[in-house]
């Protein structure tokens, strides 16, 4: 896939997708998320997406809405939900680096990443409800999930920015960096060379919303002893010497 509006490198073994849209706010489309779907599909690294020094992402093209119907309303929400629920799900740590704003579908995006690292000066919010509209890509249940069903309520219904900080304290934000970027960085080479397998079930059984989320660990449990990862991390530890996962 040729990218028109992402930028994506490699930085010291981790995948660094910028999002890099003709506006500095990074308004997000859906080709925009089919793009960094894609880019996160071809990763075999720790992941880090991020906007500009501007913002991360100011929210969805507001210019895709004019003139939507209910069932094109829906596709363009299922869409959405599509590259999000990838995010969420795969096997890979992913990584929002954030930087002053992430609102709307934009901050959705950062809620499906596993963590988020933004600068205390950062406007994050679900704010489609001053559109008369409402989020469309999951931002209410992940938001709900972190923090809590009241001040999610209270966030989402009225719209409200918070600042990087308050979004710390409602366990929204994981951390606070003046370089939210770098701090990124920091995190994500703590996964290079990980056992991408182990890892990726350790992240679906923290995400799992099963009814027997026990079984589920102790299915996954037996399943990590079919890799090569599993083998070499403790022949590595019998054998006293540093295993080398190859994410097999």
């Given at each position: 896939m040729e990218y028109k509006n992402?930028?994506?490198e490699e930085r010291d073994g981790v995948s660094v997708i910028r999002i890099s849209r003709e506006n500095k706010l990074n308004p997000l489309n859906v080709e925009t998320l089919k793009e960094i779907k894609d880019a996160v599909s071809r990763s075999d690294s720790p992941v880090i997406i991020t906007g500009s020094e501007k913002a991360f992402s100011a929210g969805a093209d507001i210019r895709n809405f004019s003139g939507l119907k209910p069932e094109t309303a829906y596709h363009f929400a299922t869409e959405g939900h599509d590259v999000m629920d990838y995010i969420a799900g795969c096997d890979r740590i992913v990584i929002a680096a954030v930087r002053n704003y992430a609102l709307g579908g934009g901050f959705e995006l950062a809620l499906a990443c596993d963590f988020r690292i933004a600068n205390r000066e950062a406007k994050l919010g679900l704010t489609e409800v001053t559109l008369g509209i409402l989020p469309g890509w999951g931002g209410t249940q992940r938001l709900?999930?972190?923090a809590g069903t009241g001040k999610a309520l209270l966030l989402t219904s009225q719209g409200k920015m918070i600042s990087g900080e308050e979004a710390l304290s409602l366990g929204i934000v994981d951390f606070l960096a003046d370089?939210?970027?770098e701090e990124a960085m920091?995190?994500?080479r703590n996964y290079t060379g990980s056992p991408l397998k182990a890892v990726g079930m350790i992240k679906s059984l923290?995400?799992?919303r099963a009814?027997?989320?026990?079984e589920?660990?102790?299915?996954?449990?037996?399943?990590?002893?079919?890799?090569?990862?599993?083998?070499?991390?403790?022949?590595?530890?019998?054998?006293k010497r540093k295993p080398v996962f190859r994410g097999r």
């Open positions: 992402i930028l994506v709900k999930e972190m370089d939210p970027f920091k995190l994500a923290i995400r799992s009814s027997n989320p026990y589920d660990e102790k299915e996954a449990f037996g399943k990590v002893f079919e890799t090569d990862d599993a083998r070499e991390g403790v022949s590595a530890f019998l054998e």
